[in-house]
């Protein structure tokens, strides 16, 4: 497997131009953003991880103008059976499963963690797609194998004209704006909201680097969950001194409720929890299976692994810290949806890094608090050891 090295993906665009002039407003194509060695996924990868009943996986095809399209998990006869041409494979967070795949995620890391996503990788046979459409997130499309021709349209929004005839949901009057050929390492950027169009060119590969992005509905669910986890039912409204007739909701009323709603965000310790759980939450609720060369540790704690063996992070797992609400208090490290207070020592290597010898593990934590937390990442399987005996 190569080894990912620090270099952008964004080529000669730097950083903060690619923040402020692309990021959310506009599409930008990389040529060789990344080096084709590193993107050694294949179609046989990807047929074998559909065939698994816990990953998300589905194949789309056209015949004719018509599309259909088929969730998995498929049996291997699906895939003999599929025609020559127009279809394409999608398999979702292969990230969480292949270790190359989520080594890739380093070079992204000029990014907050938090707003990754996964890795969605495609195999298309030639004319393969999965039509015009457009996404609610911010995407990376990273051309792998093979040639895509990508065809960039119009703004989308909710009042966009959608087509819903088939099992898809397409831009039903897609306007071709500017177009490309994608070859293997270049990378297309498109933000929220843009349409696109992409047709393989013969036998391709593709991935998908999606960014986060919850709705204000998800994001107030989730918070009211949260309350109701931390808070119970004592946290009920209160209005001494009321007055008002009997039919009417009056204005003061009115905005006495919204200020009692509105300190429940005001409360800085809570927010940053809450935030932080639910950001490194795993996508998934079942248990990700780690490549056959990870061994769980959920009995073992840090002191009893040998100082040379290696420590990795799971596949599936979010890493984040943030800093205390309180000047000269620890960091708040969040991992899996749990949190710890840590030294910002620890929650930087550890949000930063992929793995490490148990030995440098041990001089990271520099109190006891740090090595309580390690530990408990080793019991939740969020720490990884590659060979133990």
């Known amino acids: 497997m190569a080894q990912v090295d620090n270099q952008s993906p964004l080529g000669d665009v730097p950083l903060d131009t690619f923040l402020s002039q692309y990021w959310q407003q506009q599409p930008l194509l990389i040529r060789q953003a990344v080096a084709p060695s590193l993107l050694d ?13 816990e990953i998300e996986s589905r194949i789309i095809t056209e015949t004719n103008g018509i599309w259909s399209l088929q969730h998995g998990p498929f ?7 599929l025609p020559t041409s127009h279809w394409t494979l999608l ?10 795949a989520n080594q890739l995620l380093d070079l992204f890391r000029c990014l907050p963690n ?5 890795i969605m990788i495609s195999y298309a046979a030639d004319g393969g797609s999965v039509g015009p ?32 005839s088939s099992d898809l949901t397409l831009v039903q009057d897609f306007q071709c704006t500017e177009d490309y050929i994608l070859n293997p390492g270049d990378m297309l950027y498109l933000p ?14 593709t991935y998908s680097i999606g960014f986060r992005s919850p709705s204000i509905s998800e994001a107030f669910s989730s918070f009211s969950d949260y309350l109701t986890d931390v808070t119970g039912s004592d946290n009920r409204y209160r209005d001494p001194g009321l007055q008002s007739p009997s039919g009417q909701i ?9 200020a009692w709603m509105q300190a429940q965000l005001a409360d800085e310790e809570r927010l940053q929890q809450w935030f932080g759980q639910e950001m490194t939450r795993g996508k998934y609720s079942h248990s990700i299976t780690q490549a056959d060369d990870l061994v769980p540790l959920s009995s073992l704690a840090l002191n009893d692994i040998p100082a040379t063996d290696v420590i990795y992070k799971a596949l599936d797992s979010r890493w984040a810290y943030m800093e205390a609400c309180q000047q000269e208090s620890p960091v708040t490290l969040f991992a899996g949806g749990l949190s710890f207070k840590v030294s910002a020592t620890l929650a930087v290597a550890l949000c930063s890094g992929s793995q490490w010898q148990a030995s ?3 001089d990271l934590c520099l109190t006891d608090d740090d090595r309580s937390a390690v530990d408990q990442f080793l019991q939740e399987e969020l720490l990884h050891l590659e060979q133990y005996e």
């Open 360 to 362: 440098q593990l041990t």
């Open 114 to 118: 938090w707003r990754l996503d996964d």
């Open 192 to 205: 929220p909201g843009v349409a696109h169009y992409g047709i393989a060119r013969g036998d391709c590969i």
């Open 91 to 100: 398999v979702q967070a292969v990230d969480h499963y292949l270790p190359s």
């Open 250 to 258: 009056s204005a003061a009323q009115l905005a006495h409720f919204k």
């Open 41 to 53: 996924v294949d179609g046989n990868d990807l047929a074998a991880l559909a065939l698994d009943s």
């Open 75 to 81: 049996e291997e006869a699906v895939f003999s059976s």
């Open 133 to 164: 459409h457009y996404d609610q997130y911010d995407v990376f499309l990273l051309q792998a194998g093979g040639q895509r021709h990508w065809q960039i349209g119009q703004h989308c929004d909710a009042s966009t004209q959608l087509d819903r």
